[in-house]
């Protein structure tokens, strides 16, 4: 899945063109017994068969509106046991993690022939007197595999160890993508409602 290292960005793609899949399509219809000229109509949206590159990049001021509506969608946030904030506090809460040197912020953007989409984020943070990891995805993007793979490039970008991470235990999803990174959970414990975070149970995870 990873495709290479470069300081910052990293991605992985895998492109299958219209022309190759039209050529494939008719060389099944041969095999089939149907004449090489039959015709082939597909519409417009489905005449590429595309996973889009995955990588990481700095948050610059500008992402922050996108990742302000992002964090708002209720279904996410009850699924990760958080609240949403208002767009002056998440505005703020970004504004002092880009400057923050502690902090290790990155985008997730899918890079597909249209140009790059932001798909979510995904941070270091101090938190307890450890280093912590949390990413948030889209949620319409969600179900494409970007959480993982976001994750896997982080990864080989941030070389502290240990990693700690938390997950609400009914967040199958997101415990899933944590062991599937090499995460192991050490331990379930109740969660005290914050101003960010709901009452719930939480998984805590190590890596390292």
């Keep these: 899945m990873k495709a290479g290292v470069v300081p910052g960005e990293v991605s992985?793609?895998?492109?299958?063109?219209?022309?190759?899949?039209m050529a494939m399509l008719r060389c099944l219809a041969v095999l089939h017994g149907c004449p090489p000229s039959v015709s082939f109509r597909m519409h417009r949206s489905h005449a590429r068969v595309e996973s889009a590159a995955i990588r990481l990049r700095h948050v610059t001021p500008a992402d922050l509106?996108?990742?302000?509506?992002?964090?708002?969608?209720?279904?996410?946030?009850?699924?990760?046991?958080?609240?949403?904030?208002?767009?002056?506090?998440?505005?703020?809460?970004?504004?002092?993690?880009?400057?923050?040197?502690?902090?290790?912020?990155?985008v997730i953007e899918m890079?597909?022939?249209?140009?790059?989409?932001?798909?979510?984020?995904?941070?270091?943070?101090?938190?307890?007197?450890?280093?912590?990891?949390?990413?948030?995805?889209?949620?319409?993007?969600?179900?494409?595999?970007?959480?993982?793979?976001g994750l896997s490039l982080f990864l080989v970008e941030e070389r502290r160890r240990p990693l700690h991470a938390t997950a609400a235990t009914g967040n199958a999803a997101s415990r899933r993508i944590l062991e599937k990174c090499g995460f192991r959970c050490v331990g379930v414990r109740m969660g005290e409602e914050t101003e960010r975070f709901l009452a719930r149970e939480i998984a805590d995870y190590v890596l390292g």
Excluded at 12 to 21: D, S, V
Excluded at 75 to 91: F, I, L
Excluded at 120 to 134: D, N
């Design 111 to 149: 890079v597909s022939e249209t140009g790059p989409t932001i798909a979510g984020s995904i941070s270091r943070f101090p938190a307890e007197g450890h280093y912590a990891v949390g990413y948030w995805i889209a949620r319409w993007h969600w179900g494409k595999g970007i959480a993982s793979q």
């Design 12 to 21: 992985h793609a895998c492109t299958l063109g219209a022309g190759t899949l």
């Design 65 to 106: 509106p996108l990742l302000y509506e992002i964090q708002l969608d209720q279904q996410s946030n009850d699924m990760a046991g958080t609240k949403a904030r208002s767009r002056e506090a998440c505005v703020a809460a970004w504004e002092w993690r880009l400057v923050n040197p502690e902090i290790n912020a990155r």
